[in-house]
C-alpha cells in the first residue's frame, strides 16, 4: 500500500500522469470515493500520460468510453449497475485487455476483475487536496509505486 496527497486538481491530473508510466496492456485500476472527489480527473490524468488527445469525462450516462492513446484507455462508470452480472455482460476486461481499464466505483465490481489489478481509494481531505490510497494485488505487488511519490 502506498499514500499519495495532492494538494489541487493540477497535482491530481500529474499523478495521474505518472500512474500512466506503470501501466501495460491488461491492466485493471479499480477506482472508488465519494462523488466528485476525483475519480475521473485522475483517468483524465492517465489518459493524458498515455498520449490520449481527447479531453476524458465521466462515462456515467453511458457507461463506458474508449480512448487512443499509446494504449487504448477503457473508461468505465459502473455506479448504475443494478448487478454484477450486468458487468459481467459488458466483458470489460476483455475489452481492455490490449489496453488499460479504468472503473470508477470498482468496488462494486472487485469480484468480478482479474486477480492483477489495482485498487485506487480516493479522499478529501480539504477543498481541493485529496489523499490517494493505492492497494496492489496480484502482480501490481512487483510494481514500483512509489514513483508516484515524486
Do not use: C, N, Q
Request: glycine share 12%.
Amino acid at each position: 500500500m502506498i499514500e499519495v496527497e495532492t494538494d489541487s486538481p493540477a497535482g491530481t491530473l500529474a499523478l495521474g500522469r505518472r500512474l500512466a508510466a506503470l501501466l501495460g496492456p491488461g491492466d485493471v485500476l479499480l477506482l472508488s470515493g465519494r462523488l466528485g472527489v476525483g475519480k475521473t480527473l485522475l483517468v483524465a490524468g492517465v489518459a493524458e500520460g498515455l498520449g490520449v488527445a481527447e479531453t476524458v469525462t465521466s462515462p456515467s450516462f453511458v457507461l463506458v468510453r474508449s480512448y487512443e492513446g499509446l494504449l487504448p484507455v477503457v473508461h468505465a462508470d459502473v455506479y448504475r449497475l443494478g448487478s454484477t452480472g450486468e458487468f459481467d455482460d459488458l466483458e470489460l476486461p476483455d475489452s481492455a485487455r490490449l489496453g488499460v481499464l479504468l472503473i470508477e466505483w470498482g468496488d462494486a465490481v472487485a469480484a468480478g476483475v482479474p486477480p492483477d489489478h489495482l485498487v485506487i481509494r480516493i479522499e478529501s481531505t480539504g477543498e481541493s487536496s485529496r489523499r490517494f490510497t493505492f492497494l496492489p494485488s496480484g502482480s501490481w505487488m512487483d510494481r514500483p509505486l512509489a514513483e508516484l511519490l515524486a
